[in-house]
């Protein structure tokens, strides 16, 4: 199963696929406070919740707009899941055409939803 995350500025959406069905999706709050440790309790216990269990997640993906946090959720990933992200960044091909002037100014997110 795919775990794919967005990283905003209030929320952290996470949605679990299926092949390309979406079997859950899961919401914690932003909080640059919080350590890869808790980020993992609360991940581990929301996707039990919802009928997922953590060893089926074999693959994983986030865009963040939040720097401190990337850090963290790709050590909640290595650790909880003995997975890699992709990072989705200006720098992933995508093989979308982004024609503004700098793209690297074009964020994770809007970048990850194009895609989609």
Same mark, same amino acid.
């Given at each position: ?9 209030? $929320?952290?959406?996470?949605?679990? /696929? *299926? ?7 899961? =919401? #914690? @709050?932003?909080?640059? !406070? =919080? ?7 609360? $991940? %581990? ?9 953590? +060893? *089926?997640? *074999? +693959?994983?993906?986030?865009? +963040?707009?939040?720097p401190p946090l990337?850090?963290? /959720? ?6 909880? /899941?003995?997975? +890699?992200?992709?990072? #989705?960044? &200006?720098?992933? !091909? %995508?093989?979308?055409?982004i024609l503004y002037?700098?793209? =690297?100014?074009?964020?994770? *997110? =809007?970048? &990850?939803? @194009?895609? &989609?």
């Open positions: 199963m795919l775990l794919a995350m967005d990283i905003g500025n209030t $929320v952290v959406t996470m949605g679990v /696929f *299926d092949d390309s069905k979406l079997v859950t999706t899961l =919401r #914690v @709050a932003t909080d640059t !406070r =919080r350590l890869a440790d808790e980020y993992g309790v609360m $991940v %581990t216990n929301a996707l039990i919740l919802k009928g997922v269990t953590p +060893s *089926d997640i *074999d +693959s994983i993906c986030m865009c +963040s707009v939040v990337t850090v963290v /959720f790709t050590e909640v990933c290595n650790t909880l /899941f003995d997975v +890699s992200p992709l990072i #989705v960044s &200006a720098g992933v !091909r %995508t093989g979308l055409p002037d700098n793209p =690297r100014d074009v964020g994770a *997110d =809007r970048i &990850a939803d @194009a895609v &989609a």
